[in-house]
């Protein structure tokens, strides 16, 4: 479970003040798919960030799991993400240099049954005939399965996307959200910004953010 309570984010421009998140109260139950949804600039992906530890709120707090992740330290922010969360983003950012196995295996390097983990991963995400493939050889689509594939190495509890499909053509990214709903199917847990209504129906719930507060 995660509970967030009067999250506040300010980002500083030199000495004007940028409020990102004006005081965000949810919960989010473990193995739902959310989509967080909102105009550009309405604070979804800071959320998402607050969320997954890349980022500090000025204020308030989130707890995951029992633990208060808002208060531990940058080692701690580190230890945790590693352990229980999955990041996938619009950009795929695989290494151009290694097939799709071993980049699907870079996060579990040094376990002994990596490449098996990562084997399984890619036939998880359908793309297992794909193995040796490099990124170059592959379409957007399937660039982003292995990197979803990538993402679940470490058999996050919870599996955040940050506008997954942005760089995809529509049937590509109707593919990866409904591999997003395979997996939620099989208890993981699914946190998603889009700013797609079609892509965002397919979600348990949607969460809609404008200007730093949750609207609806």
């Known amino acids: 479970m995660i509970e967030i309570s009067d999250l506040k984010k300010t980002y500083y421009m030199g000495k004007i003040e940028v409020p990102a998140l004006r005081g965000i109260d949810l919960t989010l139950e473990q193995g739902e798919f959310i989509a967080l949804m909102g105009p550009s600039g309405s604070g979804k992906s800071t959320l998402l960030n607050m969320i997954g530890l890349l980022d ?3 204020s308030g707090g ?3 799991d029992g633990i208060a992740v808002s208060a531990l330290d940058d080692n701690g922010r580190s230890d945790f993400r590693l352990k229980k969360m999955g990041f996938v983003f619009q950009f795929f950012s695989l290494l151009m240099e290694l097939n799709s196995i071993e ?3 870079l996060p579990i390097m040094m376990d002994d049954r990596k490449n ?3 084997a399984m991963l890619l036939e998880l995400v359908g793309i297992g005939d794909r193995a040796n493939h490099y990124p170059n050889e592959l379409s957007g ?3 982003q ?3 979803i594939a990538r993402a679940l190495a470490n058999e996050p509890s919870i599996l955040l996307a940050d506008e997954p499909t942005a760089n995809l ?4 990214a109707n593919q990866i959200v409904e591999l997003f709903r395979e997996l939620n199917k099989k208890g993981q847990t699914i946190i998603m910004v889009t700013h797609e209504p079609e892509l965002g129906e397919k979600a348990d719930r949607i969460i809609k953010i404008k200007d730093g507060r949750v609207v609806a």
């Not at 053509?169 to 590509?172: C, K, L």
């Open 169 to 172: 053509d529509t049937e590509s």
């Open 141 to 143: 689509g399937q660039q």
């Open 116 to 118: 098996d983990r990562a």
């Open 145 to 147: 399965r292995v990197a």
């Open 103 to 105: 980049n699907v295996a």
């Open 56 to 58: 500090t709120p000025t």
């Open 62 to 64: 989130i707890v995951i």
